[in-house]
């Protein structure tokens, strides 16, 4: 694929961060940018400076996340093998590949490229998006792999029952699958994406970005964002979500106590699809703020031990090279 300016207006870094932001960070964003789709989920998009594809522009926190993930994505590939007739991996909101933190200006593989780079690879792996450049950029990056071969990448809109069903019947019953669910947004996912996948695969242990600080808001929202709270309500599998909302006693929203009745209604959730407590790990932004938890379900209390062992509460902050980055890559 070749550069895009013919569909998106391309911008300088100068126009994508504040003043503020490049002040903080010393952005020096190496891509073009083409800014923010609303078909995507809002993030803002660039072309890679290394291979002209599309990259997904993160904050520092995100690319966090993608290392948690391809940590505990490791620890089971390596702990696993030829323990299983067979090991696969699924991503339903796999992006196009590689991110642009854009605090630095640095580009790293995004999680699908970091699943296909684990010590131990899985024997079969499907990544979908429903963004069609995204597919195209990432299935370009994924034939650059060693076992790129192993993967199928495809469009596919996670919220469709049709596109799940297919995906859970190309691996076996008795193939351990870890399948990772990143949606960016509330509106981006429902409950029955996770429950057509654990109903389907009675192996699979599930990643969850669950975007608690997301969530909180749409509940909390005025009745005018109604919407809002519909989409949280779907993704939680909640018919009222506002019931989820915690008062203090001044009659005051108290929203870490919100936050912390959706999490103990997502873990219920979870549990009635034969779950066992989840792993988890709370990403900040700002710092002491919860923003997201990215969450490990497994039907087996070792599937969270390892994910304890490969996410330690105490893990420090990731460095560059933890998180994949290599000059001139
Ligand atoms: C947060 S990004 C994924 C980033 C990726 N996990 C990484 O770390 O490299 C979410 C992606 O989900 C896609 N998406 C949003 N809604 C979707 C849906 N309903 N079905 C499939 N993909 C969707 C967006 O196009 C976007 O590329």
């Known amino acids: 694929m070749g550069r895009r300016d013919d569909k998106y207006r391309l911008f300088s870094v100068e126009d994508l961060l504040t003043n503020e932001q490049i002040e903080a960070g010393k952005a020096t964003a190496s891509g073009e940018r083409i800014g923010r789709r609303a078909d995507l989920d809002s993030a803002e998009m660039y072309l890679s400076k290394e291979d002209h594809l599309l990259v997904r522009g993160v904050w520092p926190h995100s690319a966090k996340k993608s290392w948690m993930v ?30 642009l933190d854009q605090s630095t200006g640095i580009e790293l593989p995004g999680s699908p490229v970091e699943a296909l780079r684990v010590r131990a690879p899985f024997d079969r792996y499907v990544f979908c998006d429903f963004d069609p450049d995204c597919v195209h950029a990432l299935r370009e990056r994924a034939d650059r792999e060693d076992v790129g071969s192993r993967a199928d990448v495809r469009q596919g809109d996670a919220k469709g029952l049709s596109h799940l069903e297919q995906v859970a019947r190309e691996f076996g019953r008795g193939t351990l699958v870890i399948a ?17 996948l654990a109903r389907q695969l ?15 808001r749409a509940i909390s929202g005025p009745h005018s964002r109604d ?40 873990d219920e959730k979870l549990k009635s699809l034969g779950f066992v407590q989840p792993g988890r790990r709370v990403v900040d932004y700002p710092r002491g703020v919860p923003y997201y938890d990215l969450l490990y379900a497994s039907r087996h209390r070792l599937g969270v031990e390892l994910w304890d ?15 994949g980055w290599t000059t001139g890559s």
């Open 70 to 99: 391809s940590r505990i994505v490791d620890v089971v590939g390596r702990a696993m093998t030829g323990k299983w007739p067979q090991l696969g991996y699924i991503e339903l909101y796999s992006g196009p590949g590689r991110l």
């Open 180 to 196: 990772y669910l990143d949606p960016a947004r509330p509106q981006d996912m429902t409950w029955a994406t996770v429950e057509v």
């Open 202 to 216: 009675p192996n699979v242990d599930l990643i969850i970005n669950l975007p608690v600080n997301s969530l909180q």
């Open 227 to 266: 919407a809002e709270a519909r989409a949280a309500g779907a993704f939680l599998g909640h018919r009222d979500p506002r019931q989820l909302m915690q008062w203090d006693r001044t009659h005051s929203h108290n929203v870490m106590g919100t936050i912390r009745a959706i999490r103990d209604f997502y």
């Open 309 to 323: 062992r490969a996410n330690p509460p105490d893990l420090p902050e990731p460095s560059l090279l933890d998180m």
